[in-house]
């Protein structure tokens, strides 16, 4: 939890120094929902009896919000939020199959460059941030600093409404042979990977000030 506070806290740091610096510029809203896939299975090693396996993040829907600022490029800035409550499982020799519940976020700083065409407007999107994972039970909480790119098309239906429909995709670096999701008393599970795959698709409408 201490990662996406820190997150937050330097996003409103950003948010308040780009106010100061772009005074005159929209704010927007920009609820969103989708999908959240093709996340990578993890080489893992159960330390109690060197098992090998895997730990997987199960596919499911997700929601969030962008809060940001429009600059003259054409582009934005933005902080955005996003949720994700699923499962995650366990394969090879492990059993169950289901571990636990998972509560995934990302929190992040990004910004976008847009390509305008009348009232289609194609964008390009980067971001970096935090990913914070929260497994139920008595399984640690881990958070790692992530990274994010896409693309998209926002259609302007006025002055201050557009709709828009974007891919994303998700990088959260772990160090290679770390122990994750601890449990009370010792750590489970070695895990072998360097990174965490994700990949988003979203729908959403976009509110200007």
Same mark, same amino acid.
């Given at each position: 939890?201490?990662?996406? +506070?820190?997150?937050?806290?330097?996003?409103?740091?950003?948010?308040?120094?780009?106010? *100061?610096?772009?005074?005159?510029?929209?704010?927007?809203?920009?609820?969103?929902?989708?999908?959240?896939?093709?996340?990578?299975?993890?080489?893992?090693?159960?330390?109690?009896?060197?098992?090998?396996?895997?730990?997987?993040?199960?596919?499911?829907?997700?929601?969030?919000?962008?809060?940001?600022?429009?600059? +003259?490029?054409?582009?934005?800035?933005?902080?955005?939020?996003?949720?994700?409550?699923?499962?995650?499982? *366990?394969?090879?020799?492990?059993?169950? #199959? +289901?571990?636990?519940?998972?509560?995934?976020?990302?929190?992040?700083?990004?910004?976008?460059?847009?390509?305008?065409?009348?009232?289609?407007?194609?964008?390009?999107?980067?971001?970096?941030?935090?990913?914070?994972? %929260?497994?139920?039970?008595?399984?640690?909480?881990?958070? %790692?600093?992530?990274?994010?790119?896409?693309?998209?098309?926002?259609?302007?239906?006025?002055?201050?409404?557009?709709?828009?429909?974007?891919? %994303?995709?998700?990088?959260?670096?772990?160090?290679?042979?770390?122990?994750?999701?601890?449990?009370?008393?010792?750590?489970?599970?070695?895990? +072998?990977?360097?990174?965490?795959?994700?990949?988003?698709? #979203?729908?959403?409408?976009?509110?200007?000030?």
């Amino acid at each position: 939890m201490k990662g996406i +506070r820190l997150i937050l806290l330097t996003g409103l740091l950003a948010w308040m120094t780009a106010q *100061v610096a772009w005074a005159k510029s929209d704010i927007f809203v920009a609820p969103f929902g989708g999908y959240s896939f093709g996340t990578s299975e993890l080489d893992a090693t159960d330390i109690g009896t060197s098992t090998q396996g895997s730990i997987s993040i199960k596919d499911s829907s997700h929601y969030g919000i962008i809060v940001g600022m429009k600059t +003259r490029d054409p582009g934005d800035v933005y902080l955005l939020y996003s949720h994700q409550s699923t499962d995650m499982h *366990v394969g090879g020799m492990f059993n169950p #199959n +289901r571990l636990a519940k998972l509560e995934l976020d990302y929190a992040h700083l990004g910004g976008s460059l847009y390509f305008p065409k009348g009232d289609l407007r194609p964008y390009v999107t980067v971001s970096v941030g935090m990913t914070q994972m %929260r497994p139920s039970g008595d399984f640690s909480d881990e958070s %790692r600093f992530s990274m994010g790119i896409g693309g998209g098309v926002e259609y302007q239906l006025g002055d201050n409404f557009s709709l828009f429909a974007d891919g %994303r995709g998700y990088a959260t670096f772990i160090n290679s042979d770390n122990e994750l999701f601890c449990d009370a008393n010792r750590c489970i599970w070695n895990i +072998r990977a360097d990174v965490i795959w994700q990949g988003q698709v #979203n729908a959403g409408f976009k509110y200007t000030f």
